[in-house]
């Protein structure tokens, strides 16, 4: 029963950064119905900010103000040199656009940086490991599962209670009505992807913290996670994807788990097993109310 109660929290741990990154997924695809593949170069791009703040002598709490910063300004970058051009074209040619940055990205960290992985050192306080009622608790785990509850309460809040987030759950629901009572597309559409960089940072700072290193290629196979914790909650809505976030973490982390050891490359296949039954049973998700964006 431990071992299971284990697993659980790991996959907790784990789920907390897909949670995040699914959910700044969601934050664009909701308004410009765009699935953005080179979210996941977000994260790479926060994993060598660090590395090189890391070279520089700096301490680890800029590598990680300077990361997540990084990746809010590289989120405005996509949105006004490469989407708002696309604005008006059809959702698959802005698909093939993220899809083609997202390559430029990686390939530019392999060829001018290393296609090997680099390690990004973490303090020593945080592998400090206790023990609670026979499960072994780090340190580490509590502070992810902390900054997650964090992050997304004080998504909720900037939805709730800023002139701003109004307006961002208004265009999701009708964009074009809003744009008719005199809200400025760009600024809300920016301020989209800019609030989803910086949640791609929180979400790459804790991911690496995890990790201890970054790779130019982590971040497509992480971004294909954070599209199936959108699909299981249902695409666009927000909370589904906080939800099929901390499932996709839990059914991994249990996978790699309790499967044997010659079936556990099986794991991503699985996932997506899950993600065809699901989609048979409720093709909008398990949660796909009206509104994408009901907060």
């Known amino acids: 029963m431990s071992t299971v109660v284990q697993q659980l929290l790991n996959g907790l741990t784990l789920g907390s950064t897909y949670a995040l990154m699914a959910l700044g997924i969601a934050m664009v695809f909701s308004i410009l119905h765009l699935a953005n ?44 040199l490469a989407f708002r051009p696309m604005r008006h074209a059809n959702p698959v040619s802005m698909m093939v ?47 992810i599962i902390l900054v997650t509850i964090v992050a997304l309460l004080g998504t909720l809040m900037l939805l709730r209670r800023t002139v701003i987030g109004t307006a961002m759950r208004a265009a999701a629901e009708d964009f074009d009505a809003v744009r008719l009572m005199g809200v400025k597309a760009n600024k809300v559409i920016a301020t989209s992807f800019a609030l989803s960089g910086f949640l791609a940072g929180i979400a790459a700072v804790l991911i690496i913290a995890i990790r201890g290193s970054v790779t130019p290629h982590m971040g497509f196979a992480l971004v294909l996670n954070g599209f199936i914790a959108n699909v299981i909650g249902g695409l666009g809505n927000l909370w589904g994807a906080v939800l099929g976030g901390f499932i996709v973490g839990i059914l991994e982390t249990g996978f790699r788990a309790f499967l044997p050891s010659s079936a556990s490359g099986f794991t ?18 398990l949660m796909a109310p009206k509104s994408a964006v009901r907060v």
């Open 37 to 80: 593949f080179a979210h996941g170069e977000l994260l790479t791009i926060c994993g060598y900010v660090m590395l090189g703040l890391r070279y520089a002598g700096t301490p680890w709490i800029v590598w990680v103000v300077g990361g997540v910063a990084a990746t809010t300004v590289a989120a405005l970058a996509m949105e006004r």
């Open 97 to 143: 656009a993220s899809l083609g940055i997202s390559i430029l990205v990686s390939y530019a960290f392999e060829a001018f940086v290393s296609a090997r992985a680099r390690a990004i050192p973490q303090p020593g306080w945080m592998n400090t490991t206790f023990t609670v009622l026979g499960l072994q608790i780090r340190l580490q785990y509590i502070l």
């Open 268 to 285: 991503n296949g699985l996932l997506f097993l899950i993600v065809a039954a699901i989609l048979v049973l409720r093709p909008d998700g």
